[in-house]
């Protein structure tokens, strides 16, 4: 296998850099968690701020900071050439801090706050598109290296017309089209997203080198299928909605078929990193076949209105990218990340992985029975599994940096 079970950023250029994004990613991720389980609750009803927070909070705070890191992590490598530290580390800090400030902003309610603190994330954002592109000429490009820089175009189209969504709602001038929020919405999760979980599965199950033609050819499938329905939402074109499913469909196939081979070889009762990875595949069937049973459902006028879309498959859809393909991919590299000989709390990779998956797919299914009774069983389930990978990676990652001079590579 590819995996690297012993700690693969010995040595790294950007090691520095890499931890601490995702000890940011962590530190934020705590807020998406902490919301999620007093949602899960109904004690209250919370107010659309706190739950645009806890939306934020993971798409941003934990996502794409972690995101970030892999950016540095995956062309990062190769470094006999010479790269500019200190823009990736201005780049880094950048994100780290308003990322976060970003996120407060949106729990504030203030629209002026979230349409300020907006810029400098986007400025972060496009810097490490830069940053990629300048980057090309030194590392060998790979499918999931085409996949990321595919992603963060992607991501910058998407975050583009956030900011500017942000900017509109403050200033009362409306300057955007009507489907806007939508446009937004389906560049971050289908375009951005998918190709991203991608990307990181091959890389570290499969990670073939160089290009080969069913690798380009998924991946720019993949990137097509995000822009036509980015831009079918943005400005309410059914047709581009129904042709991004074709393109996504087959695209998902060839993952399939060459990813495959790579699941029969998981030790899925080890507390091994490449079991997080093996889960993305099939989460990532599942998210994509649900957005195809909810745009054809949108372009059928099954679900001519948004509040016709059942509960369950909202919940379903983002769950299954958020904690089936992001948090599984995310929690599997820093696994990698934070080994050390005597790691803290070394039985916590158990809980995570087996308490964050079955709590969530728990959590997703009494919302498709309408057993909503169940729903305070499984979200403190998944939510608590969460915790304590956050406690456990948080403290794993700052005795890393502590002892940094000491690493050395250790078993599984």
């Not at 017309?161 to 289908?190: C, M």
């Amino acid at each position: 296998m590819a995996t690297t079970e012993g700690n693969v950023l010995v040595g790294s250029r950007y090691s520095s850099e890499i931890r601490w994004l995702f000890q940011a990613g962590l530190l934020v991720f705590t807020i998406t968690v902490a919301i999620g389980i007093l949602n899960g609750f109904h004690f209250i009803t919370l107010p659309r701020q706190v739950l645009l927070t806890h939306v934020h909070a993971g798409t941003l705070g934990w996502i794409t900071l972690g995101v970030i890191a892999i950016c540095l992590w995956l062309f990062g490598e190769e470094s006999a050439a010479p790269g500019n530290s200190q823009a990736v580390r201005a780049l880094s800090l950048l994100a780290a801090i308003g990322i976060p400030i970003y996120v407060l902003a949106f729990l504030s309610g203030n629209l002026l706050a979230r349409a300020i603190f907006g810029f400098p994330v986007l400025i972060a954002i496009v810097g490490v598109l830069i940053w990629l592109i300048g980057r090309l000429g030194r590392v060998t490009m790979t499918v999931p290296r085409l996949a990321v820089l595919a992603a963060i175009t992607t991501l910058v189209v998407g975050s583009t017309i956030g900011v500017l969504v942000q900017l509109e709602l403050a200033s009362k001038n409306a300057f955007l089209p009507e489907g806007a929020i939508g446009g937004h919405v389906t560049a971050q999760v289908v375009g951005y997203l998918v190709l991203i979980g991608m990307a990181i599965s091959e890389w570290r199950l499969k990670n073939t080198p160089g290009l080969t033609w069913p690798g380009i050819v998924q991946v720019g499938l993949l990137f097509l299928g995000g822009i036509l329905i980015t831009i079918g939402a943005l400005l309410n074109i059914q047709a581009l909605l129904g042709a991004f499913i074709p393109a996504e469909l087959i695209a998902v196939i060839i993952y399939c078929v060459r990813l495959g081979p790579q699941l029969r070889r998981v030790n899925w009762l080890a507390p091994t990193s490449e079991r997080h990875f093996g889960l993305v595949v099939p989460y990532l069937v599942i998210n994509l076949i649900l957005l195809v049973w909810l745009i054809t459902g949108v372009v059928t006028k099954v679900y001519a209105r948004f509040e016709l879309i059942p509960i369950w498959l909202v919940f379903a859809f983002d769950h299954t990218m958020f904690i089936g393909v992001m948090s599984n991919s995310l929690f599997g590299l820093i696994q990698q990340a934070s080994r050390a000989r005597q790691p803290f709390w070394p039985w916590a990779e158990q809980v995570v992985f087996w308490g964050m998956n079955g709590g969530m797919i728990g959590f997703v299914l009494t919302l498709a029975a309408d057993q909503r009774g169940l729903e305070k069983l499984f979200t403190p389930i998944m939510g608590g599994s969460i915790l304590i990978g956050i406690i456990t990676y948080t403290v794993r990652l700052q005795r890393l940096r502590s002892a940094a001079p000491a690493l050395t590579a250790a078993p599984a």
